[in-house]
């Protein structure tokens, strides 16, 4: 293979998306356009981290002068080329495939999770949200705003059944302003793509005037990041069940990486000119061995789930500032943080309801994620 990686020259790197594993690190490219991973020990990420902007050579010097190391030309070369097939070195090659996926994403978001988490046909779609909706037995306000999980749905059934049960009671509303979070990095605080997103019931439109009037009202561009929406399952999976519930509506779909007021009066702004439903699509306690825990344990689970319930409740009460004190510095790592930071000066004063609530236990590594429901009648 020819090598895409030429000792002249400074490299250019993308920031990975890093996991340690036994042994090291696994390396990824953050949106999965590639999906090679690399696998680096604590020297070679060190390693990695003088690259930026350099020649191989000049690396090499580097290297030298501070350890006494003279590290193989070969050696780096076959970093870099590794790097490189991991999509985390922007060679023309990588820079060019990036393009081209981002080019698709703005033309349209292909389900990702169809066949895994959800059917691929309509009438098998329609047979799964009845069986969820059945999972549920208890009452459902109507909703103005909901507050749902994008947890993998076999894993909290009930959960998406109460807010399918809220849906129920709901009249369809034109649009649904549908707020996830950002699981890869934004550009910016908050990103859109505005772009039919594909479900089995057809695709999900998005309201264009609405993202339009949002955008000009924020100091940043909100259409920032497309492929951070590429995997991102926060949204996917909510707009598989409101796509569902509400086959008519207009969506309008946003991530949150960083809390963003500005976000918030925004769409309180947008709201008033163009009223729907309001979802933020949210996962609570994050604890366990995949998150830096010792296994799950029942102290660990009733303090995941204390701050959790706690969470829930301070909103329902109209208290959304209360609930993020709650948290203090969120040790069970709620991911729901962000969102509804920025989205509190739509949640203050609010009344709701909270409609389910489970701690899932995630067998294979003793860890658990916390979802809920929290529907606000008006």
Do not use: C, W
């Not at 790097?83 to 023309?92: C, H, N, Q, S, V």
């Not at 081209?100 to 990702?112: C, F």
């Not at 998150?291 to 204390?306: C, I, K, V």
Request: aromatic share 6%.
């Amino acid at each position: 293979m020819e090598r895409q990686t030429p000792l002249e020259g400074p490299l250019r790197l993308r920031e990975p998306q890093i996991t340690p594993v036994e042994g090291g690190f696994l390396l990824s490219d953050p949106y999965g356009v590639y999906e090679k991973p690399l696998v680096l020990t604590e020297g070679g990420l060190l390693l990695l981290s003088l690259m930026e902007g350099k020649t191989l050579r000049e690396v090499q010097e580097e290297v030298f002068k501070a350890h006494g190391v003279l590290l193989p030309m070969e050696e780096l070369q076959n970093l870099a080329q590794a790097l490189a097939e991991a999509g985390l070195l922007l060679t023309e090659e990588v820079e060019a495939r990036l393009r081209e996926e981002e080019e698709k994403l703005k033309r349209e978001r292909p389900m990702r999770l169809a066949g895994l988490s959800y059917p691929e046909g309509e009438k098998e779609a329609r047979a799964f949200l009845q069986a969820f909706r059945a999972s549920y037995g208890g009452e459902a306000p109507k909703a103005e705003v909901l507050l749902l999980p994008h947890l993998e749905p076999a894993r909290v059934p009930e959960a998406y059944g109460a807010a399918l049960a809220a849906l129920e009671k709901t009249p369809p509303p034109e649009r649904v302003y549908l707020v996830g979070v950002a699981h890869r990095p934004l550009k910016e605080r908050a990103a859109a793509l505005p772009v039919p997103f594909h479900t089995p019931f057809g695709p999900a439109l998005p309201d264009l005037p609405a993202l339009q009037a949002l955008n000009a009202l924020l100091p940043f561009e909100l259409f920032n990041t497309p492929l951070a929406f590429r995997e991102e399952h926060s949204l996917e999976l909510p707009l598989f069940f409101l796509k569902g519930a509400f086959p008519e509506a207009r969506f309008v779909p946003l991530l949150v990486g960083r809390r963003s007021k500005e976000l918030g009066e925004a769409l309180r702004v947008v709201l008033k000119e163009r009223p729907g439903l309001l979802v933020l699509a949210v996962d609570l306690s994050h604890v366990g061995p995949r998150f830096g825990d010792p296994p799950l344990s029942p102290p660990l689970a009733q303090e995941a789930r204390r701050r959790d319930l706690g969470f829930l409740e301070k909103l329902a009460q109209g208290e959304p500032e209360a609930a993020l004190a709650h948290l203090g510095r969120n040790p069970t790592r709620l991911d729901a943080l962000e969102v509804v930071a920025s989205l509190s000066p739509l949640l203050q004063g609010r009344k709701g309801e909270v409609l389910a609530y489970r701690l899932d236990l995630e067998a294979p590594t003793l860890s658990a994620v916390g979802a809920g429901t929290l529907a606000f009648p008006a």
